[in-house]
């Protein structure tokens, strides 16, 4: 069993817990140094060093728990992150050892940190998808609890603040798979997606909320989605098995930046970002609040037209044809987006190098975060690979959340799906 979790690993109820070590018997910053002062600073550090001593980097030894609610502490000794290559073997070399380690003194559950992410300086993207790969491999063999503990206190409250606004948009948008009359052809003949804007009294104001509705129909089992953020419209076949409940509405709700959750988090004076006023492009905790919008009172900006004229150019791009077209339209390199969308390196080498590359739809899911993409790129990079995004499936609304407020981090969405029961990261075959 693998489980992610919000905690203090020094408080984690399990027979052994991981600890980021020196190679001398000193002790570290992060996590080295709370597991020290949890355990009992004196009693710990003498121990290493008259009964352990010097440590390479890349190996593992094991300790008493002392004061800690583990019985043991696995000492992996971490490397410092010089080349990323070589980082991440000896990276995965301390999880295999320490999980070996685990099983030779019958220890049936351990909770891992991101080993060498910390001051060690390891992309913690990179160390969560080692940590996923290793333990996959090793619970294939051996029956063990693992968890991997991903938050310090201060993220966990932001991570709390984030699933707070996650359970709402999810009650607002997630719709489970209905009955055949809900669902009838006869439904779906008459039922069309279309995007209307609001029209205030007075001057035209370019950041109003757009409204979906339902409006007349487009031809049996039709619909219409948005080509550009705010504009044109294509017909698409709507596919029953997806289970969409056509014309549901999100709640348009007052925008929630990301800044009003630092301020909360903050212990004394607010944060400096927290106090600053919402920046062009800020995360916001809303549905549908657009900034920039592509068209305005009058049609298409000069903005909207270029926009459309790239998406004309690349109509017939395949997965990875468009993928690298948007990477390199706003600048990202392939390790930033490899390790922002915790895909293996050999995985995003094969889409790379094979234009044809079929993905699964999660790590198509995946690429979106690490890429950073907007909504309307991310339903067009998965209609490249002939996927879409579902009202009925969970794993689906929680990337739709995460890509709308424009939180690309992989970690808050790994621990959501665990929380859900659903999968988990898993490399491709």
């Keep these: 069993m693998l489980k992610i979790v919000r905690n203090d690993i020094t408080k984690m109820n399990t027979e052994a817990i991981v600890n980021t070590a020196n190679d001398h018997a000193t002790v570290g910053s992060g996590c080295d140094s709370a597991v020290y002062k949890a355990a009992g600073f004196d009693e710990l550090l003498n121990y290493r060093k008259e009964k352990i001593g010097f440590v390479k980097e890349g190996d593992v030894f094991i300790t008493p728990g002392f004061n800690l609610p583990a019985k043991y502490i696995i000492h992996a000794v971490s490397p410092h992150f010089t080349d990323e290559d070589e ?18 003194n019958n220890i049936k559950s351990i909770a891992f940190p991101l080993i060498a992410t910390g001051s060690f300086g390891f992309p913690k993207e990179a160390g969560l998808r080692a940590a996923l790969d290793e333990i996959n491999k090793f619970l294939l063999k051996e029956d063990m609890e693992v968890y991997i503990v991903v938050f310090d206190p201060e993220s966990t409250t932001l991570s709390a603040k984030i699933s707070a606004r996650l359970e709402e948009y999810i009650d607002e948008n997630y719709v489970e ?30 950041s109003d909320i757009r409204e979906r509705h339902f409006e007349g129909s487009a031809g049996r089992g039709f619909r219409m989605d948005s080509i550009l953020p705010m504009g044109e419209m294509s017909a698409k076949p709507l596919k029953k098995e997806h289970g969409h409940k056509l014309g549901r509405k999100a709640k348009e709700s007052e925008p929630f930046y990301a800044g009003e959750i630092l301020a909360d988090v903050c212990e004394e004076e607010p944060c400096e970002e927290a106090t600053q006023a919402p920046k062009k492009g800020a995360a916001e905790f809303t549905v549908d609040k657009k900034i920039n919008p592509l068209v305005d009172g009058y049609g298409l900006t000069p903005e909207g037209i270029e926009a459309l004229r790239k998406r004309l150019e690349h109509l017939s791009d395949t997965f990875s044809e468009y993928l690298f077209f948007l990477m390199e339209e706003k600048g990202m390199k392939a390790p930033e987006v490899y390790n922002g969308a915790c895909v293996d390196k050999k995985t995003f080498s094969k889409i790379k190098n094979n234009k044809n590359y079929h993905p699964k739809k999660l790590t198509a899911l995946c690429l979106c975060i690490g890429a950073k993409l907007n909504m309307d790129q991310s339903k067009d990079l998965l209609q490249k690979a002939g996927f879409a995004f579902s009202n009925s499936d969970m ?10 407020n424009e939180i690309y981090d992989i970690f808050q969405i790994a621990v959501e799906l665990e929380e859900r029961g659903l999968q988990i990261l898993i490399p491709e075959d």
């Design 87 to 104: 980082t991440e073997k000896l990276v995965r070399g301390c999880y295999r050892k320490s999980l070996e380690l685990a099983k030779e």
């Design 177 to 206: 798979e209905k009955t055949d009359e809900e669902y009838s052809d006869r439904f779906l003949g008459n039922a069309a997606y279309s995007i209307r804007r609001k029209e205030p009294a007075g001057d035209f104001d370019e």
């Design 395 to 404: 794993t689906d609304i929680i990337f739709s959340f995460f890509i709308e």
